[in-house]
């Protein structure tokens, strides 16, 4: 008898097209959606089932979108540059990604006011490193946390 996880893997229906997959895929073999109740729970653990040539062909925003946000985080608690994910991103993909993908990818959607002055600290060293102007820090903070979000006073 197969565990629980895996019997439920086996008989779940395709969330995109409804076809019942048959075994524990991570992709349905009828419309290629991500199933990610097949996936490891941690995004760094995907390559564990995804090989880098998949990865080229994925078009499915519940993968590339949980993707970037990881490499993002990656970059952030490395102490990289943004651009650093960006890159990795497209090494992984070959695509960039879109812009939309950029809010709360490193803090999620309710980060703190010390996330904000975190971010804008690391904005800045990575501004200074690339020889980059304030106005870009500015943006890719507000990449993060929003347009309307106000870059903190420099203390
Ligand atoms: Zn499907």
Request: hydrophobic content about 40%; overall charge neutral; charged content about 25%.
């Amino acid at each position: 008898m197969l565990p629980d996880r895996d019997r439920e893997l086996t008989f779940a229906p395709c969330r995109a097209c409804h076809v019942w997959v048959p075994g524990p895929a991570w992709r349905c073999p009828e419309c290629g959606a991500a199933r990610l109740e097949a996936l490891p729970a941690a995004v760094a653990d995907w390559s564990s089932v995804i090989t880098d040539q998949d990865w080229l062909t994925i078009d499915d925003e519940a993968l590339l979108k949980p993707l970037f946000a990881h490499f993002r985080r990656q970059a952030y608690d490395r102490g990289l540059g943004p651009i650093v994910a960006d890159r990795a991103f497209f090494r992984q993909t070959g695509r960039v990604p879109d812009r939309r993908w950029y809010l709360g990818s490193t803090f999620g959607d309710r980060p703190t006011a010390a996330d904000q002055r975190a971010y804008q600290t690391y904005l800045l060293a990575a501004a200074h490193r690339a020889a980059k102007p304030l106005t870009w820090a500015i943006e890719q903070f507000q990449q993060e946390f929003g347009p309307h979000c106000p870059w903190p006073k420099p203390p």
